[in-house]
């Protein structure tokens, strides 16, 4: 597919959490290394298999010892991904995966904290869990498959098909609308927030390299197709004749600029500001002229413009989605804080343990129950 296959200004890719506190190993790793020997069950044909093959590849780079990593999972199709790394791994509750991840990276800064979730894990039962850990901020790795239906249970509709789908559950049709999980992350205020394809091995690689290196919540949407129950929900983003108009890369640093070449081999239309509506639209480079294209800002405090390109991407049928790093600024971590606060309160009394929890339980109002 014609995206980006470098992503810029990334940082290095050191593990972001408790750097100088996580063991790095004296050797280099190899995929097979994080391998398990369990037998991977999905179906012909799943993206997800492409998805762990990128992971695999990927975790060696960040040079952490693999009793060093944890990958937490809730329920469906993409949640068997622990059984097939060879690190520490939960497969967890429904929808809760997120909050327990918290739990883990607040309690164990030399700790790798990944979540591996759905559309349907993540944004139904799973959707306030979602929301509140990219609003405190806590150091993890959010994955988010989205196959735009439920697979594990055979094919209902989900939080991100499309209006109008018809599935087991929607014989007629769904009246749901569907969410745009990136707007979500940015609208929760998300530090990272970042979209990229099962199919594209080099991009997704990318992006899990921007995602490890950052400090705080990184949540990566990954295209996922399922060929069993939603096949081809990609593929405008994926056809030879159709991905130069349907992907619409974001590079930092770098004009918006999509679609065939034009008579200057030059992509031919572009991200302008909207007048009207105060958000983004697309326009023809050779009307507007290249100076009106927006340059790509994953920086930008502000996510005003970040969200208003997270809306071009159709409700529907996926015509155009914008593919990349959205975001990518930093702000305090909740774990981080967390941990201040406990060596703040340790540091400030001299007693010994015993004594302080004596005074803790009997602290403020206290009643004798005769």
């Given at each position: 597919?014609?995206?980006?296959?470098?992503v810029s200004?990334?940082?290095?890719?050191a593990?972001?959490?408790?750097?100088d506190l996580?063991?790095t190993?004296d050797?280099?790793?190899?995929?097979?290394?994080?391998?398990?020997?369990?037998?991977v069950?999905w179906?012909?044909g799943c993206?997800?298999?492409?998805?762990?093959?990128?992971?695999?590849?990927?975790l060696?780079?960040l040079?952490?010892?693999?009793e060093n990593?944890v990958?937490?999972?809730g329920i469906?199709c993409?949640?068997?991904?622990p059984?097939y790394?060879?690190?520490?791994?939960?497969h967890?509750?429904?929808?809760?995966?997120?909050s327990?991840?918290t739990?883990?990276?607040?309690?164990?800064?030399?700790l790798?904290?990944?979540?591996v979730t759905?559309?349907?894990d993540?944004l139904?039962?799973?959707?306030n869990?979602l929301i509140?850990a990219?609003?405190?901020?806590?150091?993890m790795?959010?994955?988010?498959?989205?196959n735009?239906?439920?697979g594990?249970?055979?094919g209902?509709?989900?939080?991100?098909?499309?209006t109008g789908?018809?599935t087991?559950?929607?014989?007629?049709g769904?009246?749901?609308?569907?969410?745009?999980?990136?707007?979500l992350?940015?609208?929760a205020e998300a530090?990272?927030v970042?979209r990229?394809v099962?199919?594209d091995r080099k991009?997704?690689t990318?992006?899990?390299?921007a995602?490890?290196?950052h400090r705080?919540t990184?949540?990566?949407e990954i295209?996922?197709?399922?060929?069993?129950?939603?096949?081809g929900?990609f593929?405008?983003l994926k056809g030879p004749d159709?991905k130069?108009?349907?992907?619409?890369?974001?590079?930092h640093?770098?004009?918006?600029?999509f679609?065939?070449?034009?008579?200057?081999?030059?992509p031919?239309k572009g991200?302008?500001r909207?007048?009207?509506t105060g958000?983004?639209k697309?326009?023809?480079?050779?009307?507007?002229g290249?100076?009106?294209?927006?340059v790509?800002?994953v920086?930008?405090?502000?996510?005003t413009t970040a969200f208003?390109i997270?809306?071009?991407?159709?409700?529907?049928?996926?015509?155009?989605?914008?593919?990349g790093?959205?975001?990518?600024?930093?702000?305090?971590?909740y774990?981080?804080q967390?941990r201040a606060q406990?060596?703040?309160?340790?540091?400030?009394?001299?007693?010994p343990?015993?004594d302080?929890?004596?005074?803790?339980?009997?602290s403020?109002?206290?009643?004798t129950v005769?």
């Amino acid at each position: 597919m014609t995206s980006p296959t470098t992503v810029s200004d990334l940082g290095t890719p050191a593990f972001r959490s408790g750097i100088d506190l996580v063991p790095t190993t004296d050797r280099p790793q190899t995929g097979k290394e994080f391998t398990s020997d369990q037998e991977v069950r999905w179906c012909p044909g799943c993206g997800d298999y492409a998805v762990l093959k990128a992971v695999q590849g990927f975790l060696p780079d960040l040079g952490l010892k693999r009793e060093n990593i944890v990958f937490v999972s809730g329920i469906g199709c993409s949640s068997r991904f622990p059984y097939y790394l060879d690190t520490y791994g939960m497969h967890s509750i429904h929808g809760r995966a997120p909050s327990i991840a918290t739990g883990i990276a607040t309690a164990r800064e030399d700790l790798s904290v990944w979540v591996v979730t759905g559309d349907g894990d993540a944004l139904s039962i799973g959707g306030n869990h979602l929301i509140h850990a990219l609003r405190r901020n806590v150091n993890m790795t959010i994955l988010l498959f989205n196959n735009r239906i439920y697979g594990l249970t055979k094919g209902q509709y989900s939080p991100t098909s499309e209006t109008g789908k018809v599935t087991k559950s929607t014989p007629s049709g769904s009246i749901d609308h569907p969410f745009n999980p990136v707007s979500l992350a940015l609208g929760a205020e998300a530090s990272f927030v970042a979209r990229t394809v099962d199919s594209d091995r080099k991009h997704l690689t990318s992006v899990l390299s921007a995602a490890a290196a950052h400090r705080g919540t990184a949540l990566v949407e990954i295209y996922q197709n399922c060929p069993i129950f939603n096949d081809g929900a990609f593929d405008d983003l994926k056809g030879p004749d159709t991905k130069a108009d349907a992907i619409i890369p974001l590079v930092h640093g770098e004009p918006i600029l999509f679609g065939a070449p034009d008579a200057t081999g030059q992509p031919a239309k572009g991200l302008i500001r909207d007048s009207l509506t105060g958000g983004v639209k697309v326009a023809q480079v050779a009307e507007v002229g290249l100076e009106s294209v927006l340059v790509h800002d994953v920086h930008n405090p502000d996510p005003t413009t970040a969200f208003a390109i997270s809306r071009l991407t159709d409700a529907g049928v996926l015509h155009q989605s914008p593919i990349g790093i959205f975001r990518q600024v930093q702000r305090p971590t909740y774990d981080d804080q967390a941990r201040a606060q406990i060596a703040d309160a340790r540091a400030s009394s001299t007693a010994p343990a015993e004594d302080r929890l004596t005074a803790l339980l009997n602290s403020g109002d206290t009643w004798t129950v005769a």
